[in-house]
């Protein structure tokens, strides 16, 4: 609900809206429905159940990206560094910069925040480098 500058409401409810995949605030929401309208920065509150993947690799051209890990365990492999990151402990975060392919899979049901700045109509695609550093999945 937007009353003015003021936007609140659930973003469990509000992600599971067709087409948002989870995304709550950025260029995606409707002009002129508050300050969740915005081109400066993207949130998705990350409902996930264990054994999820993201098998194709994402690059993001302009935006950086944080993952915040609210539950669960999730690992994000960046295979163009060749690393990957296990968040296990609410709290624990990756951020990367644009240019950074990446994938995750989910170890354990996970709810995990993800906040991308800034917020651009098809900042991301899929990464089409087939090389792999050895030992990263």
Same mark, same amino acid.
């Given at each position: ?25 950025? #260029?995606? %929401? ?11 920065? !993207?949130? +998705?509150?990350?409902? #996930? $159940?264990?054994? !999820?993947? +993201?098998? %194709? !690799? ?16 999730? !690992?994000?492999?960046?295979?163009? #560094? ?6 296990? *402990? $609410? ?9 950074? &392919? #990446? ?6 049901? $996970?709810?995990? %925040?993800? %906040?991308?700045?800034? &917020? ?11 090389? *792999? ?5």
């Amino acid at each position: 609900m937007t009353v003015g500058d003021v936007c609140f409401g659930n973003a469990v409810d509000e992600g599971s809206q067709r087409g948002r995949r989870g995304w709550v605030i950025g #260029h995606f %929401i409707a002009p002129g429905t508050g300050p969740a309208a915005t081109d400066m920065v !993207e949130v +998705k509150w990350g409902v #996930h $159940a264990a054994g !999820e993947i +993201k098998a %194709i !690799e994402g690059v993001n051209r302009t935006a950086t990206t944080m993952s915040l890990l609210v539950s669960g365990r999730f !690992e994000l492999v960046f295979p163009s #560094h060749g690393c990957s990151v296990t968040l296990a *402990r $609410a709290g624990d975060y990756a951020v990367w910069s644009p240019g950074v &392919s #990446h994938r995750w899979r989910v170890l354990e049901d $996970a709810v995990v %925040i993800t %906040i991308r700045w800034p &917020s651009r109509p098809n900042d991301q695609s899929a990464y089409a480098n087939e090389s *792999r550093p050895s030992g990263i999945p």
